[in-house]
């Protein structure tokens, strides 16, 4: 009965991660069954060795007392490496209202199964937080059980009701938004904060001990430290003391790259600055993390000389920092590296919101790997008797695809700002060179902005973000590389078959044998069945792999998983969208290429067949307009013609040596515009407009910089 509904516990919108949820409740100590089943296999030969009248019986029992200590070692380690075997140790299947944990069974490639404890009768906090439409829920409603999986957290809003991720308040009628007048007083904002928590993006850094913790427990380094101990039995102290010696020093050298480059990784990221929000009617300045859904916000780019000050300050601080220290090498090799230095970037848009007036640009590479900006406009309040632009149903699907026609209204989490029009009645932001009086869609009931920016409603915040999903799926899809692969178990299966034959032969000759001890006997053939694994394959394969990680990050290339590097050393194809996703969308122009000799005669003939046959075209239509630009198709034709000649018939001149008229097509032929003082634009075009020292006025008119200009 528990099985059969433990796939109706999950609701619709959760089965794209969970499968099934089993519910399950913990066994006090006594009932357990990994104490039920181990406490008679120590506490029997405990009672027989102290009770025993008979030396044979007694020490057959005191043999039996290590092996029992060892047999409970073990469970407890099965635990820790299964968790099947966890489960039936500790916990015991029951009904959904009564369970205390539930086992969570993803859907494939969507992470492993865990244990989750659930969370009743939670109290609201502060005060309610309003509904942002009739008839939706309030954002300060607390749900009756709960449980955090991957970072979501899970609600059931009653006894058989299924579990799904937390309801955000996304798909409404435009409206709706449009009448919000946001959060009315600080209580409300901590109501709506405890049901949604903290607008962060937080991966607590892995500590020294934790990760040391983590390798000492692997198979493989459980399995040498018992041959170790094995070592010891037959005497040979110096080499197994030596081993010991040196799987721990390789392995605290592995953890202490891997603390490393998690605190480089971390320091990497954007950190979002204070946002200007409106609550109870009132603006003020906020931390990004403090934001919450529902939040009425200003979206607002930085000033071209602001953001100029942060770099400075930037450089600065890592040129005042100097060398590492010991102290700060001592806190980065046992706590993660603490807190990050990097200063807040105010262009980087804190959470998902939604524009209800102005207009922003913004640079989505974060997220698509597209470097060319985006529009975003406000959402338009839909004329009486238009669609609300609500979303059908809350199913998955449906609040997809209303996020899907939100698009141009969405500016998401993680994308950086590049301008920003003021909003209506606000001040234009300092450095723009748009017009205060520019209009901005919309029709929002929320007062003007503070600085000028454009208006907005937060719908998401932290992992339920469109980069915290991102974020979500690159650490949880996969699960982590130890040095235990594939082709390593079977190189010891092989082995194995031979290692047993040759331990059943030293037995049996062994036992042939009058007067040989049995003890030594018993040891040997477990040494010859241990030493199926060469105690130098652990050490060699963490050697090769700490030298693979130096010689990466010397390139400042960071391995978060040092046992991926040997798989990625047997991969011969790699299949990758585009560069600008791995690299980056600076590009450096190298110059122009012309034809020369006959092959730039060839070219201009053909040049020239191309413009007639395009003037035909046109007559046959029309007289075109002066100023008339060549359709998209001849310019593809021209330039497949210019594609097709060989390599040898082209020179590469400099950009600025270029004849004008060159110049003149380049600057002529782009879709730049001026942002904040800096041009924006496709990467391509923007280099190109640089090298050959021209820019982009306000108008969209290129001319060439300097006096001359």
């Avoid at 594609?643 to 018939?649: F, G, I």
């Amino acid at each position: 009965e528990v099985a059969m509904s433990s796939a109706d516990l999950v609701g619709p919108a959760a089965h794209g991660v969970v499968r099934q949820l089993v519910p399950l409740v913990r066994l006090s100590l006594v009932g357990r069954r990994d104490v039920l089943a181990m406490a008679p296999v120590v506490i029997v030969p405990l009672l027989v060795r102290i009770l025993a009248e008979d030396e044979l019986v007694s020490a057959v029992a005191g043999y039996s007392i290590p092996i029992s200590i060892v047999a409970c070692i073990f469970m407890g380690l099965f635990q820790h490496w299964m968790i099947g075997v966890r489960v039936w140790a500790q916990f015991a299947k029951t009904s959904a209202d009564k369970a205390t944990h539930f086992l969570v069974e993803p859907q494939p490639h969507r992470g492993l199964r865990e244990i989750v404890a659930v969370t009743r009768n939670l109290e609201r906090r502060g005060a309610s937080g309003g509904a942002m439409s009739p008839g939706a829920q309030d954002l300060a409603a607390m749900p009756a059980a709960v449980f955090d999986y991957q970072h979501t957290r899970y609600c059931s809003p009653g006894e058989g009701r299924p579990y799904e991720p937390l309801a955000f308040p996304v798909g409404l009628g435009t409206s709706s938004y449009h009448a919000w007048a946001g959060l009315k007083s600080e209580a409300a904002v901590e109501g709506v904060r405890a049901r949604f928590g903290l607008n962060e993006l937080h991966m607590p850094p892995p500590t020294f001990s934790a990760l040391m913790l983590e390798h000492a427990l692997a198979p493989f380094f459980v399995f040498q430290i018992f041959c170790v101990g094995l070592w010891c039995l037959d005497e040979y102290w110096y080499y197994s003391l030596f081993t010991l010696f040196m799987l721990v020093s390789l392995e605290a050298v592995l953890v202490t790259q891997r603390v490393q480059q998690h605190s480089s990784l971390r320091a990497m990221r954007p950190i979002p600055a204070d946002s200007s929000v409106l609550r109870g009617g009132k603006w003020s300045t906020v931390p990004g993390d403090q934001l919450v859904p529902g939040d009425i916000v200003e979206v607002r780019a930085p000033a071209h000389r602001d953001m100029e000050a942060m770099r400075l300050r930037r450089e600065a601080a890592q040129n005042a920092a100097g060398p590492p220290t010991p102290e700060r090498l001592a806190k980065l090799f046992m706590g993660g590296g603490g807190k990050s230095e990097q200063q807040p970037d105010p262009s980087v848009v804190p959470a998902d919101v939604l524009l209800l007036r102005g207009s922003v640009v913004v640079n989505e590479a974060m997220l698509t790997g597209e470097s060319i900006p985006q529009l975003k406009e406000a959402a338009a309040v839909p004329a009486p008797g238009e669609p609300s632009g609500a979303a059908t149903s809350s199913s998955p699907a449906a609040v997809e695809r209303w996020l899907q026609a939100a698009s141009r209204n969405l500016v998401l989490s993680g994308t950086s700002l590049i301008s920003s029009s003021p909003a209506a009645g606000g001040r234009p932001t300092e450095g723009d060179d748009a017009p205060a009086e520019a209009a901005a869609a919309g029709a929002s009931s929320a007062p003007a902005t503070p600085n000028g920016g454009a208006l907005g409603v937060v719908l998401r915040t932290g992992f339920y973000t469109s980069q915290g999903s991102l974020m979500r799926t690159i650490i949880f899809s996969t699960r982590r590389v130890t040095v235990e692969n594939k082709d390593a178990y079977l190189f010891i299966a092989g082995l194995l078959v031979f290692a047993i034959a040759a331990s059943g032969y030293v037995l049996r000759e062994g036992l042939a044998q009058e007067g040989r001890d049995t003890w030594k006997l018993v040891l040997h053939c477990i040494l010859v069945i241990t030493s199926v694994v060469p105690p130098e394959l652990p050490v060699e394969l963490s050697m090769a792999v700490n030298n693979s990680l130096a010689s990466l990050a010397r390139k400042r290339v960071f391995c978060t998983e040092p046992f991926r590097i040997p798989n990625a050393g047997t991969i011969d194809v790699c299949c990758f969208d585009k560069t600008g996703t791995l690299t980056s969308d600076q590009l450096l122009v190298r110059g122009v290429a012309f034809c020369k000799g006959d092959a730039l005669k060839t070219q201009a003939l053909r040049n020239a067949d191309r413009v007639k046959s395009l003037g035909s075209r046109k007559g046959q239509q029309g007289a075109a307009a002066p100023g008339t630009r060549p359709s998209k198709a001849g310019l593809l034709e021209t330039a497949d013609a210019r594609a097709s000649l060989s390599a040898a018939a082209v020179t590469v001149v400099p950009a600025e040596a270029s004849p004008k008229d060159t110049l003149a097509v380049l600057a002529g032929c782009h879709s730049v515009i001026l942002a904040e003082g800096g041009l924006a634009g496709d990467p391509l075009e923007c280099a190109a407009l640089a090298s050959m020292g021209w820019t982009v006025d306000a108008a969209g008119d290129a001319h060439p910089l300097g006096p001359s200009a």
